[in-house]
């Protein structure tokens, strides 16, 4: 599976961004989805997910609101639009991939065992 994350860039506080991520190599209809961050000097953070057909999201408590995953099957793309962004939110977004025959909601790392290459994303205050 071949990952591509884009749309990071520069936005003042109170803006929005819309990332995506294409995939190919796979079904990407039956291959569950997550969204994780890394800011300077900090963990990688879970921040969102979406199951096979879109029934099933979940956030982490701090986008909660403000960000939206959603997913295309037919152009084999997911995406993050976020919203009210916070300096907080300024990261490097990981689009992810979990193969597993399951369709589960799943917030670790370990879960996913495709990453792409990750997009920066900055929020001036």
């Known amino acids: 599976v071949q990952l591509q994350a884009s749309g990071g860039g520069l936005v003042q506080a109170g803006g929005s961004l819309r990332l995506s991520c294409a995939a190919s190599?796979?079904?990407?209809?039956?291959?569950?989805m997550g969204w994780f961050r890394q800011a300077p000097g900090k963990e990688r953070e879970f921040v969102a997910t979406?199951?096979?057909?879109?029934?099933?999201?979940y956030y982490v408590d701090s986008v909660k609101g403000r960000f939206t995953i959603s997913r295309d099957n037919a152009k084999n793309t997911v995406y993050l639009q976020m919203n009210s962004l916070k300096p907080e939110d300024t990261a490097v977004y990981y689009c992810?991939?979990?193969?597993?025959?399951?369709?589960?909601?799943?917030?670790?790392?370990?879960?996913?065992?495709?990453w792409g290459q990750g997009t920066q994303v900055t929020v001036s205050s």
């Open positions: 992810a991939a979990d193969t597993s025959p399951r369709n589960r909601i799943s917030t670790g790392a370990s879960a996913y065992n495709y």
């Open positions: 190599g796979r079904t990407f209809s039956s291959t569950v």
């Open positions: 979406i199951t096979w057909r879109g029934a099933g999201t």
